[in-house]
């Protein structure tokens, strides 16, 4: 079978959806099958090229047997609605005009957000002749409508409608949770053509490995305990909930917060946490995948925050499956379906969204409480071994992939 995947992004980027599509196409590889991946030349989210890429009209090579097509597009840092939203109508235009030069394809997927990367899953599969599978990692443009990025109402009933347009022509629609599901079916689209296949892990690559001491030393966390949140640094997570529980921990020698990544907020938040003199916050800047086991070794607690928002209550984010991986108890600031993972899992403590007061009690406590501690970080690993394994999660969805080209 051959696979045409479209993808705003793709390794080297390290993003969420990068790694979810590289692992799942990786398994469909592996299973005998032909899959082409078209992205952006590499860039996020700097808004430079990646070393050894440039933003040409074409650029293809291997990718653990994936053939990697990176097209030419409008790059940009991740910051600056007007500009990203250009960067994501471009990578669309430049996808339908490259269709007819890309392989024969049984059927084509694309993935949202972003969801002009979506939309185009439509038109290409118009060019190529084959059934449209569209898969949904976020509610778009809801997300954005929440965290206050568009206000216009003409342009918000233009992307509503492009919403309703994409669902109801796709053949088939893959959300990441049972929330996206029903918020899906709710308008109006058809039950069984709405198939969930959640995030998961490569327990492969997370696997647990001795503290790196050398590590820690660098980035000043040698004997603390260290409460660390990796990933984007952007309007939806309410990061200032870390700066204000470090605020109050100011005369606690022991805990430190470690922020990694990058995002439209971090610079703001560095600036915060100078002005502020906040010495019990570290910051690092975006890693390469495989630095992740390293880093989550150094890690007492994983933080899991987004602001409190009723959206927000529909979304699991990906990086609780590498904490448990990872065996590391995670603090979740986060509502609705993933609160019901993580009590079930019994693998960290829930505490209100944005509130800097229970996160410094979680904190105090896991630091106390090693019986509990070692409780928590025991269960995790079972659990998405059990739940989450990305190849387990990688054939269940090459079954749906299966049937509709079929």
């Known amino acids: 079978m051959n696979i045409l995947f479209l993808s705003h992004y793709f390794p080297p980027e390290v993003n969420a959806p990068a790694t979810r599509t590289y692992e799942h ?3 469909w590889v592996e299973q005998g099958h032909s899959v082409t991946v078209v992205s952006c030349v590499p860039h996020h989210p700097m808004g430079e090229a990646y070393p050894g890429y440039k933003n040409k009209w074409w650029f293809e090579e291997n990718k653990d047997g994936i053939r990697a097509i990176k097209i030419k597009t409008y790059i940009t840092a991740n910051e600056g609605f007007l500009k990203r939203t250009f ?10 005009l490259t269709a ?26 118009r060019i ?5 599978l569209l898969e949904i990692r976020d509610l778009w443009p809801e997300s954005i409508l929440a965290v206050g990025a568009i206000k216009n109402r003409t342009v918000i009933g233009l992307l509503e409608y492009l919403e309703r347009f994409a669902y109801r022509k796709a053949d088939s629609i893959v959300p990441v949770t049972q929330a996206f599901k029903a918020h899906i079916v709710n308008l109006g689209v058809a039950e069984e053509k709405v198939s969930v296949i959640r995030n998961g892990v490569n327990l492969a690559l997370f696997e647990s490995v001795p ?3 050398s590590l820690a030393n660098e980035w000043g966390l040698k004997g603390k305990f260290v409460a660390a949140y990796v990933g984007t640094h952007g309007m939806a997570h309410g990061l200032d ?27 703001r938040l560095a600036q915060a946490v100078s002005d502020r003199k906040l010495t019990n916050v570290v910051m690092q800047g975006q890693q390469p995948k495989a630095m992740m086991p390293e880093i989550w070794s150094i890690t007492d ?14 979304v699991i984010p990906s990086k609780i499956f590498e904490s448990m991986a990872m065996s590391v108890p995670i603090v979740l600031g986060v509502e609705g379906e993933v609160k019901g993972i993580i009590e079930q899992a019994q693998t960290g403590l829930c505490i209100e969204p944005e509130s800097a007061e229970q996160l410094v009690a979680a904190l105090v406590r896991l630091k106390q409480d090693s019986i509990s501690y070692a409780a928590l970080s025991d269960r995790g690993r079972p659990y998405v071994s ?12 090459l079954k749906i992939i299966e049937n509709l080209a079929a």
Request: aromatic share 12%; glycine share 4%; with cysteine.
């Open 25 to 27: 196409c990786k398994r």
């Open 87 to 96: 960067n994501y109508v471009m990578y669309m235009i430049m996808a339908i």
């Open 100 to 125: 007819p030069f890309l392989p024969k394809a049984d059927v084509v997927i694309s993935t949202s957000p972003q969801f002009f990367n979506g939309l185009a899953g439509y038109f290409v599969s």
């Open 128 to 132: 190529k002749r084959a059934p449209w």
């Open 211 to 213: 503290k790196n001491t």
């Open 241 to 267: 909930t870390i700066l204000d529980a470090a605020e109050r921990l100011k005369n606690d020698p022991d805990i430190v917060f470690l922020m990694v990544g990058d995002g439209s907020e971090r610079a």
């Open 301 to 314: 607690v994983s933080l899991v925050l987004l602001k409190r928002l009723d959206l927000f209550k529909t």
């Open 386 to 397: 059990k739940e989450f394994d990305r190849k387990v999660l990688a054939d269940q969805y």
